[in-house]
């Protein structure tokens, strides 16, 4: 059965890769009620990434409707030491919410899925403000079904570990990526640290990595809400030789634009998307380097935005 | 007829508000030595400012800078300067964004500078 989703989150399900939009529904047919349901659909409007929508839900299913509702809108209680963005966005942004009173997810990062099936990310533009989608029923919570299904999500649907469309990756912990050295991660979280920004470092078209799609579908994601993205760029996949910054996604009609920012020739340069995915050359002065290898993606933004 | 109220000012609607213009801005606070840090207090020390009134909001930058941040004459300049670049209700928001992507992106670029050293062929 198919649920009815709103345009806004459609605009948002649009720039998913393919099996982040297929978990979006199995996470809409499993959710416990309606109210599940729109909480679900209202954190994916928020542009809030696939692997923490999925966590959201697996939050929520376990939960009645009155301790969804309760836990994920603010009453006429929240503190006063809740500004005024807070309260704005938490009153349409249902997962913020949730995070704000205290919930807490984890977006799933081990298992790999099995069957990856990427597919082009599609040009429509991201939607940036979110408070416009404002709750227009979230007085009604008696009215809504009962809960609950409560089986757990199998973590293989996580959409953080997609696998590219290569062999299945080696089962084991640790990086994925060629010599096994996560050289970002651990760096950003520490630097990030007062901003409460988590980071997941991904190869590019790698065993064990994302599609480049799926990558700048994400990508575009973070950015949306305000938060550059960190990439490797090389010859080839796997060979990372240079770090740049993803600053900024600009559409115009059906094309869509990146600027990135390479901080050693302080290089600030545009790159049409279809060009990123041909990755034949990137418009910097140096060839060698003609293609993403790595992203660096944030995975939880707690408070801070 | 007056124009939509929702549309931000010049500054505030350029395409490089937080490309080219916040590199710049960077490049600035880097080369006065400001730290992450004070990126950071400054990004909390905004967030009030969301859905205050523009003249409001002025004050309030410029009073950040007057006190705040008047041991960092580098960060205090730059809010004066938005500060009075503040002309509608929807640069408010726009003018927090900037900062808060300025503070990210300075942690990142700061990230990646360190983390170069462990990459090959990096320069």
């Known amino acids: ?305 | 007829m007056a124009p939509a109220k929702s549309q931000p000012s010049t500054p505030f609607a350029s395409r490089e508000l937080n490309g080219e213009v916040l590199l710049e801005e960077l490049a600035d606070l880097r080369n006065a030595q400001v730290h992450q840090k004070h990126l950071s207090d400054l990004v909390v020390g905004l967030r009030d400012l969301e859905g205050v009134r523009v003249s409001e909001a002025s004050q309030r930058l410029k009073s950040l800078a007057a006190n705040r941040f008047s041991g960092t004459p580098a960060l205090a300049s730059l809010l004066v300067r938005w500060a009075a670049k503040l002309k509608v209700e929807a640069d408010v928001p726009l003018l927090i964004a900037h900062f808060e992507r300025l503070a990210v992106t300075s942690a990142i670029v700061s990230a990646v500078r360190r983390a170069s050293e462990s990459l090959k062929g990096a320069r």
């Open chain 1, 1 to 305: 059965m198919s649920h009815p989703v709103s345009d806004e989150t459609q605009d948002h399900l649009q720039q998913w890769p393919a099996r982040a939009r297929k978990l979006f529904g199995e996470l809409m047919e499993d959710a416990g009620s309606d109210l599940q349901r729109e909480f679900i659909q209202r954190a994916v409007a928020a542009a809030h990434t696939p692997a923490e929508v999925h966590a959201f839900a697996d939050a929520l299913r376990g939960m009645s409707d009155e301790e969804a509702y309760a836990s994920c809108t603010l009453h006429d209680d929240a503190p006063d030491d809740y500004t005024v963005s807070q309260l704005l966005r938490a009153e349409a942004d249902p997962l913020f919410a949730f995070e704000l009173k205290g919930g807490t997810i984890e977006p799933n990062e081990e298992e790999p899925a099995p069957e990856p099936v990427p597919e082009p990310v599609k040009s429509d533009a991201p939607r940036l403000d979110a408070l416009g989608f404002v709750l227009a029923k979230k007085k009604s919570s008696d009215s809504f079904e009962a809960p609950l299904s409560g089986a757990p999500r199998p973590k293989s649907l996580d959409w953080n570990d997609l696998p590219s469309a290569k062999p299945p990756p080696p089962k084991k912990e640790g990086p994925a990526s060629a010599g096994g050295t996560r050289f970002l991660e651990g760096l950003l979280a520490e630097a990030t640290s007062a901003l409460r920004i988590s980071w997941k470092e991904q190869d590019i078209d790698s065993p064990g990595g994302l599609s480049l799609a799926d990558a700048l579908a994400s990508a575009a994601g973070a950015l949306s809400r305000g938060i550059p993205v960190p990439c490797a760029i090389g010859p080839n996949p796997g060979d990372h030789r240079r770090f740049v910054v993803l600053m900024q996604l600009n559409t115009s009609g059906q094309s869509r634009a990146w600027q990135l920012y390479d901080p050693f020739t302080a290089e600030l340069v545009w790159a049409n998307e279809g060009d990123l995915l041909m990755k034949r050359e990137l418009p910097f002065a140096n060839k060698v380097n003609r293609r993403l290898t790595r992203i660096v993606l944030p995975q939880s933004l707690r408070a801070a935005f």
